[in-house]
């Protein structure tokens, strides 16, 4: 597609339930990233992909926190046991590379909501 | 350590007046990147500009422009002549590594008042 897309585009959860939240970057981009952003605060870096491969896992904040990403495309990130503070938005981003200063572009985000 | 500050939180003008939003970061590497975003209520972060470290040339785009001084490591952003549809949140970032992983700082809530 032409952008960055995220589904589900809302998600309302119940406590200790898990999520999956799927990207489909824009074709082509071998760089895939996942932002968290709680209400009214900035963008929190979780993890980014090269290629199929994710270098740095250190963002993700609990071993809770899973992704994953296939065929250099699609990405899915998984919270298992979800918890109220889990409730954020969450951005997944692409660029055609991941050497700095390549443009960055975001989805609409996943809005999860954990009750 | 990289970070970005964005003093404002929340900033509100009359349409047409013109708008500044500041931005400090903090980063000891030599070659970086700056960028700025928009998110409008839709939620989805908009690309406005990315500007590399050697250029500190002022660039305008219509109704934006923007201030780049490494003296005093900031990167401000203005918006002249306000339109209600500039209401948005503002973010500013810096590219952190090599990877393209963006800090973000706590964005600027611009209110156009009509």
């Known amino acids: 597609g032409a952008g960055v897309s995220q589904s589900p585009s809302n998600k309302v959860t119940e406590k200790g339930k898990d999520v999956e939240l799927r990207c489909d970057p824009i074709?082509?981009?071998?760089?895939l990233y996942w932002y968290r952003q709680r209400l009214g605060q900035g963008l929190e870096f979780l993890i980014y992909?090269?290629?199929?491969?994710?270098?740095?896992k250190s963002g993700l904040p609990s071993d809770r926190f899973s992704a994953e990403r296939t065929g250099e495309s699609v990405s899915t990130l998984t919270i298992q046991r979800t918890q109220q503070e889990d409730s954020a938005v969450y951005l997944c981003?692409?660029?055609?590379?991941?050497?700095?200063?390549?443009?960055?572009?975001f989805g609409e985000g996943s809005w999860l909501t954990v009750v | 350590a990289q970070k970005v500050t964005q003093a404002q939180t929340e900033i509100s003008v009359v349409e047409k007046e013109d708008v500044t939003l500041d931005c400090v970061y903090e980063?000891?590497?030599?070659?970086?990147?700056l960028f700025w975003y928009k998110q409008p209520p839709s939620g989805e972060l908009v690309f406005l500009i990315r500007?590399?470290?050697?250029?500190?040339q002022n660039e305008i785009s219509g109704r934006y422009s923007w201030n780049f001084q490494k003296s005093t490591s900031s990167f401000n952003f203005t918006i002249t002549a306000s339109q209600v549809v500039d209401s948005a949140v503002y973010f500013c970032?810096?590219?952190?590594?090599?990877?393209?992983?963006?800090?973000f700082g706590k964005g600027n809530q611009v209110v156009v008042i009509p």
């Open positions: 980063t000891r590497d030599t070659t970086y990147y």
């Open positions: 992909f090269q290629g199929n491969s994710a270098p740095d």
């Open positions: 500007r590399n470290s050697f250029d500190e």
């Open positions: 970032a810096l590219s952190r590594d090599g990877n393209n992983r963006l800090a």
């Open positions: 074709s082509g981009h071998t760089a």
């Open positions: 981003a692409s660029s055609a590379y991941t050497g700095s200063g390549n443009t960055i572009y």
